[in-house]
DNA sequence: ATATTTATGTTAAACGTTTTACATTGGCAA
DNA sequence: TTGCCAATGTAAAACGTTTAACATAAATAT
């Protein structure tokens, strides 16, 4: 019995249909010169037989699989869901396919996905990883963010250090004496380290107190709020300005100090990190310092996928500011 | 010239490299039986060239490309993200690629998604979807989350119905005689407007007062503010109890309340529904009805991979838990 | 009228696998 | 020695494309 409805025609059953060879018919799916009466007998048959490409012949053939591993550890934290969002746009709009790997801060499964990378011969890979000595071999186009894998690697991110700066001193010029710089951070040398020396800089060359609350990121938070509580006294808390590290800590700590009756931002002036937007209300969920997410997404992509600009070991570095929201004065 | 080290080394450069041939080199890899000397040629050669597969060429001949597309709005909502992060542990665990898509809750995008998974042969898609009507064939495998595509097309959700009924009974049970449920929903009929219908059946059969707000997610959101504003005499809400939407609605009305020193949960007990978790304090951000998100990542992807079990027009529901987060009494 | 160019199509080889059908070898029974 | 079987390996076709090299016919120039 003959199938009455091929359901995966191929390029040779659009052939026959049409009654051309093969080579007219790729001619026409890839948009070469074919004569106008063929074309249009050829897209008839098309239509007639729904064809679709497979993309699997075609990669095969022409060596590039328009397919980019995104290397993540999580998407629970929203600055890596943002930056996953952006990124697959990103790609999609220029006809990639985003392969997820989710390495859940693992350097075994970071190691793994640059293996299947190349076994999936997949046109490139955006990195954000956590693994001090990550094997990258060549052969792969990489582009990190926020972190240096290699000396020619491009790494895209936010001006980390001008950001510390940019929250020193808007704390400052809004009046804050008594500084507090919360961070929590990994190990590993990255980018986003470089706040805590803006942040620093700033307030020595101003002459600001300050103290630098630093945790690592696979220790366990009570500290964090176990120093919260001890510098509290009277219903007074001992610093009027703090900046954290992420919009999320930041989140938390504004909790924490509501819960004990410290207003903000009339006692204590907040700054976080990252610009995390509450999707209901298009607002920030507090004053911070934003990161330009989708733009750092699209410089990725773009170094990537064009990599003629000689930015071998490019340090792309872009813009933050400050916003208010609502945890400081202005 | 001859290159020193070939970039791609081929089976064929193994069966060279190794003196064996083709189909012993591919059985070599693919674990069939071949003399134990043979493979340990193989197996060396292997090892020096740092052959690896290309999946390309594999899925071509074998027609199983072990990747499954996930077809999402969007990564800005956590329970989105969280989502997309268990699914695509779920699959890497099982050896299969994630390729993502985000889709912006536009129909045209939605559509196109399902004509390139079948145009890259995928082996199946876990959808998430909000056009009313979408064209979806036969011919590829799909499993969609908290929305009916199609009659013979399994379906994965946590038990709303359950969901909007436990927290009905929670709150009446805490004391609450005045009950408001605010939701933000789409157009398109799915699985979580039945929230609603489980709380009104829980209010109706106590007899107690209560209201719904209903918001459109395509209209503004300012009118549930006003609402609340609106019933807010002298310090007291009119409403004793309130269960939300998602916890991300929870906290914006957590957040409005506090500002107008409603205290929660003394004055207003509030519940959420998601069970979103805070990744720094590993806590609850409110009261919540918690999704099993993990166990239904798990079961979507179980059921797409293995449809073996007749569960064509399947309607797998997942059970649902009340948690306590701080905004209720208990 | 013939030669030359141009426009359009076609054939067939490749891409790197998998797999069926076939070939070789050696061991063993008769 | 001959014949047979199992064990192991090989050759070659196939998957659905792309593309270089070639063929044909029509159109133009000589």
């Known amino acids: 019995m003959k199938r009455e409805t091929n359901l995966n025609p191929t390029m040779k059953d659009v052939a026959q249909e049409s009654g051309l060879s093969l080579a007219t ?130 790494c895209v991110s936010s001006d980390n250090f001008r950001g510390g700066e940019l929250a020193a001193k808007k704390l400052i010029d809004l009046g804050c004496r008594k500084l507090l710089f919360m961070r929590i951070t990994s190990r590993i040398q990255g980018e986003p380290n470089k706040r805590c020396a803006g942040f620093e800089s700033v307030c020595q060359s101003r002459n600001i107190d300050y103290e630098t609350l630093l945790l690592m990121d696979d220790e366990p938070e009570e500290p964090i709020f176990q120093f919260l509580e001890n510098h509290i006294h009277d219903g007074e808390f001992e610093y009027d300005g703090i900046f954290c590290n992420s919009d999320i800590l930041a989140g938390q700590v504004i909790r924490f100090l509501s819960e004990r009756n410290i207003s903000i931002p009339d006692q204590v002036q907040l700054i976080g990190y990252d610009g995390i937007i509450d999707r209901l209300t298009d607002s920030y969920v507090c004053s911070t310092i934003e990161q330009p997410i989708a733009q750092m997404a699209e410089t990725a992509v773009n170094i990537l996928l064009n990599p003629d600009e000689n930015n071998a070991g490019a340090n792309i570095c872009l813009p933050v500011r400050y916003v208010s929201g609502g945890t400081t004065k202005e």
């Open 25 to 154: 018919v790729s001619k026409v799916i890839n948009g070469l010169p074919v004569g106008k009466a063929s074309r249009q007998k050829v897209e008839a048959a098309i239509k007639k037989l729904g064809y679709q490409v497979n993309n699997y012949a075609r990669a095969l053939k022409s060596n590039k699989t328009y397919s980019v591993a995104l290397v993540l550890p999580s998407l629970k934290h929203p600055f890596f869901a943002y930056l996953t969002d952006e990124l697959t746009k990103s790609l999609m709009s220029r006809g990639y396919r985003a392969i997820l790997m989710i390495t859940n801060y693992d350097p075994d499964a970071e190691q793994k996905s640059f293996a299947m990378v190349r076994s999936n011969k997949m046109d490139g890979v955006i990195a954000l990883t956590y693994s001090p000595d990550l094997e990258v071999g060549d052969s792969i186009s990489i582009v990190t963010i926020d972190r240096h894998l290699d000396e020619d690697i491009p």
